[in-house]
């Protein structure tokens, strides 16, 4: 019987073989952007806003990863004016001059602060 369904039998182990390549690349297709995106994910809880995800050509992921790189440059875009705006607040109170009136004054108060009473 064997060698009667010789050409049967090696034409279903090609199929074999070759479903199984398929199911491989198919299956490595949609693992690569669900593990840079996880990669992304991380960056993000490390504050690393440095990470950009590299299109892969499906349609569908490239969308999300447009998104997710645009909101890494308005990350990066609003921490940058922060610090800048921390170094020019810093800057001022250190080049203001001390107890005139129109200084900036920092204090550290424990108590309540009274209210005047108006009539």
């Known amino acids: 019987m064997f ?7 090696l034409v279903s182990e090609l199929l074999i073989l ?4 398929f199911s ?3 299956y ?3 693992l690569r952007p669900l593990k840079m995106l996880t990669e992304g994910a991380e960056a993000l809880k490390d504050k690393d806003f440095s990470v950009r995800l590299i299109k892969t050509g499906q349609t569908e992921m490239d969308a999300l990863i ?3 790189n645009q909101m890494l440059d308005q990350l990066r875009h ?3 004016m922060q610090e800048q705006q921390h170094f020019f607040l810093e800057k001022l109170i250190y080049t203001s001059p001390p107890a005139s009136s129109s200084s900036i004054m920092t204090a550290k108060c424990n108590k309540p602060i009274p209210r005047r009473k108006t009539c």
């Open 3 to 9: 060698r009667e369904n010789k050409w049967l039998f």
């Open 78 to 80: 609003e921490r940058t």
């Open 18 to 21: 070759v479903s199984l390549w």
């Open 28 to 30: 490595l297709q949609l």
């Open 24 to 26: 491989r690349s198919l």
């Open 66 to 68: 447009k998104v997710y």
